[in-house]
């Protein structure tokens, strides 16, 4: 049986004392002990080190958003793995959309993050997903598959690996792809996933769903044999709409 992993994506919002706010709010209602599922909060990294203090005491994975595929050095701007995890992060989110379209992140980039972040001991969560003329083009599933093959290339242990499918036309757009929608395409990365680690590796792995999931349709998502969670933007920055959320998958 997998346990199931929500993670609110913070994105680029919240000061570091609305974060503080935030995930005191979130650490009150998670508490320790008392959820079958794991829970993880994802600030901006100017507040993920006070954030760390706040929620160190409840069982909330702290977790970073990105980071750079190199230790240290002449990389003005960017934050490693290695900081990321001397700071208390659990995971870092990598390959996300957004990064992918904004700020260059191809498939190589992200395998080398992948590599660098597993290798400093966080998890990973790996994010993947079709734009809309992907979709409409009926390529979805080899652009699926191209980002996981190419994004785990040359890594040999997948336990600490978590996978998102996030669609790219269902990020901050209202448009959540249906449970089905959804269902098969997590059940089509298991099977690449089978093909290059083995069916035991692929049955343990967690495939978490995001994009535009709300209290209302977390329930049916997360209820779909290969649906593990979710991967929450929008509806992870108000307290009430995350937990409700956390509680559909636990
Ligand atoms: P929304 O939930 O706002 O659609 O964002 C999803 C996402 O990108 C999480 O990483």
Same mark, same amino acid.
């Given at each position: 049986?997998?346990?199931?992993?929500?993670?609110?994506?913070?994105?680029?919002?919240?000061?570091?004392?609305?974060?503080?706010?935030?995930?005191?709010?979130?650490?009150?209602?998670?508490?320790?002990?008392?959820?079958?599922?794991?829970?993880?909060?994802?600030?901006?990294?100017?507040?993920?080190?006070?954030?760390?203090? $706040?929620?160190?005491?409840?069982?909330?994975?702290?977790?970073?958003?990105?980071?750079?595929?190199?230790?240290?050095?002449?990389?003005?701007?960017?934050?490693?793995?290695?900081?990321?995890?001397?700071?208390?992060?659990?995971?870092?989110?990598?390959?996300?959309?957004?990064?992918?379209?904004?700020?260059? &992140? %191809?498939?190589?980039?992200?395998?080398?993050? $992948?590599?660098?972040?597993?290798?400093?001991?966080?998890?990973?969560?790996?994010? $993947?997903?079709?734009?809309?003329?992907?979709?409409?083009?009926?390529?979805?599933?080899?652009?699926?598959?191209?980002?996981?093959?190419?994004?785990?290339?040359?890594?040999?242990?997948?336990?600490?690996?978590?996978?998102?499918?996030?669609?790219?036309?269902?990020?901050?757009?209202?448009? %959540?792809?249906?449970?089905?929608?959804?269902?098969?395409?997590?059940?089509?990365?298991?099977?690449?996933?089978?093909?290059?680690?083995?069916?035991?590796?692929?049955?343990?792995?967690?495939?978490?769903?995001?994009?535009?999931?709300?209290?209302?349709?977390?329930?049916?998502?997360?209820?779909?044999?290969?649906? &593990?969670?979710?991967?929450?933007?929008?509806?992870?920055?108000? %307290?009430? &709409?995350?937990?409700?959320? $956390?509680?559909?998958?636990?």
């Amino acid at each position: 049986m997998r346990r199931k992993i929500v993670v609110g994506n913070w994105k680029m919002n919240n000061t570091v004392a609305e974060s503080l706010d935030l995930a005191t709010e979130i650490a009150e209602k998670v508490g320790t002990g008392s959820l079958s599922c794991e829970v993880g909060i994802a600030p901006s990294f100017l507040a993920l080190h006070e954030v760390g203090k $706040v929620i160190e005491w409840s069982d909330i994975r702290l977790t970073a958003q990105n980071c750079h595929y190199e230790n240290d050095g002449a990389f003005t701007g960017e934050v490693s793995a290695r900081m990321l995890a001397a700071s208390g992060c659990s995971y870092v989110i990598l390959g996300h959309s957004e990064r992918r379209q904004y700020f260059g &992140d %191809t498939n190589i980039v992200v395998n080398r993050k $992948v590599k660098k972040a597993l290798e400093e001991g966080l998890k990973v969560i790996l994010c $993947v997903g079709e734009t809309l003329e992907e979709r409409e083009g009926g390529v979805t599933e080899s652009i699926i598959t191209g980002q996981v093959v190419e994004g785990l290339s040359g890594v040999s242990d997948i336990s600490n690996l978590v996978i998102a499918y996030e669609p790219v036309w269902a990020i901050g757009t209202g448009k %959540t792809a249906s449970s089905a929608q959804a269902q098969e395409v997590h059940a089509s990365i298991r099977a690449t996933v089978a093909g290059l680690y083995g069916q035991q590796a692929s049955e343990h792995l967690r495939i978490q769903y995001g994009g535009s999931v709300k209290p209302s349709n977390a329930v049916e998502l997360f209820g779909m044999p290969d649906i &593990d969670g979710g991967l929450i933007g929008g509806a992870s920055l108000n %307290t009430a &709409d995350f937990m409700a959320i $956390v509680l559909a998958a636990c």
